[in-house]
């Protein structure tokens, strides 16, 4: 069976692009590129919008804000465009932007185009012709975690990235700007988001040390070489990209890191195929971390119940917008439930004291 390459489908309704002001746009700043033009959408994702363009035989990648967007510095096309340009030179998996468009008479919104990198890309059910057995799951693991300790190795001050963030008390100021989050973007009555709050400001560990951080990254923000499913040929979504503790950025990845034995309402939240046979274990993730990069890990429980309570944030905000109104997408009617099973688990680890 051949192997599903990740596909792009019809527009999903509301969110269409003006496809005449863009051809224009493409044609003006892309002259070299021939061809008619058809935009297709990228149907996953819960935030910033992603197109599939192609002008003739050449196919590009557009990224715009979400529409009913109201959290303005969480959309920044300008920054994630800025950040990809750099990176994409001393960081082979960051695909290489062509362009960005701040004229709203365009569509509407800041927008950037892209190369596009063609690969599987994983999620809850794995793609049709793709098996994986139990040495690849672990390898596709390994190299999971490999190409994050990678990414903290690059060095963004020779890369011209020192101004993608303020690494200095990024602990701190993450803790307390999800707590802010969350806190603006409440919808329903979850004590165990308050509790875990608490507790994570009650145990913030020293600052481990300042690094170019992805702050998404999982499966399905990785695309797969289709003849070697253990290689990642690139990494995607750098919307929250910033310079921060490495140790955050690895405790976003164990969050979104499902095991075989996890409670059941979290298994069914699984954005990706994490508790395949063969598959790392949390505590395995870490130990591969350590290895990869050459930095002790002294807290995973902090970074793991950090990593659960802001991707319940993140969540929170994007069901927030389906709950006010600001969007009609029927993949967020169910969010709050996810929120409160990420909650859940994060009160269940510190109550054991383990990831």
Same mark, same amino acid.
């Given at each position: 069976?051949? @192997?599903?390459?990740?596909?792009? *489908?019809?527009? /999903? !309704? ?19 590129? =021939? ?13 910033? $919008? ?7 035989? *050449? ?6 804000? +979400? ?16 950040? $990809? *340009? ?19 008479? @365009? ?19 794995? +793609?049709?012709? @793709? ?35 303020? !690494? ?11 707590? #802010? ?18 507790? $994570?400001? #009650? ?18 923000? @990785? ?15 750098? #919307?929250? =990209? ?10 976003? *990845? ?8 996890? +409670?059941? +309402?979290?298994?069914?939240? /699984? ?40 991707? =319940? ?19 967020? =009617? #169910? ?21």
């Amino acid at each position: 069976m051949t @192997v599903e390459l990740d596909q792009a *489908t019809r527009v /999903r !309704p509301g969110e269409e692009l003006n496809s005449a002001a863009l051809e224009s746009y493409l044609r003006a700043h892309l002259p070299q590129i =021939a061809g008619p033009l058809s935009v297709e959408q990228f149907p996953h994702g819960h935030s910033n $919008l992603t197109y599939l363009i192609r002008l003739g035989t *050449t196919e590009l990648v557009l990224r715009r804000p +979400p529409f009913g967007n109201t959290v303005q510095t969480a959309h920044d096309m300008s920054r994630e465009y800025r950040a $990809l *340009t750099k990176l994409s030179a001393v960081f082979g998996p960051a695909p290489q932007p062509h362009l960005f468009c701040d004229d709203l008479g @365009v569509l509407g919104a800041p927008f950037y185009v892209m190369e596009r990198r063609r690969g599987v890309i994983l999620r809850k059910a794995l +793609p049709p012709g @793709v098996v994986i057995d139990a040495q690849t799951a672990g390898r596709l693991g390994q190299s999971l975690i490999d190409t994050l300790a990678r990414l903290h190795a690059v060095d963004y001050q020779a890369a011209g990235l020192a101004d993608l963030g303020k !690494p200095v008390g990024y602990v701190a100021r993450q803790v307390t700007g999800w707590i #802010e989050r969350y806190s603006k973007a409440r919808t329903d009555d979850l004590p165990a988001m308050e509790r875990v709050a608490r507790w $994570l400001a #009650e145990h913030m560990p020293p600052e481990s040390g300042a690094a170019v951080i992805h702050n998404d990254y999982k499966y399905d923000n @990785v695309v797969l070489d289709p003849n070697d499913l253990t290689r990642i040929i690139a990494v995607l979504d750098w #919307e929250m =990209a910033t310079l921060g503790d490495p140790l955050m950025d690895l405790g976003t *990845t164990l969050g979104y890191w499902i095991e075989a034995g996890d +409670p059941e +309402p979290l298994k069914l939240a /699984r954005l990706g195929p994490t508790m395949l046979k063969g598959s790392l274990s949390r505590r395995q993730l870490v130990e591969r971390y350590e290895q990869a990069s050459g930095h002790e890990v002294p807290d995973p429980l902090f970074y793991y119940c950090f990593g659960l309570f802001k991707i =319940a944030v993140i969540i929170q905000q994007i069901y927030a917008r389906f709950a006010r109104g600001k969007t009609n997408d029927p993949r967020f =009617a #169910e969010l709050n439930d996810v929120v409160t099973v990420m909650s859940r688990q994060a009160e269940r680890s510190i109550e054991a004291g383990t990831v």
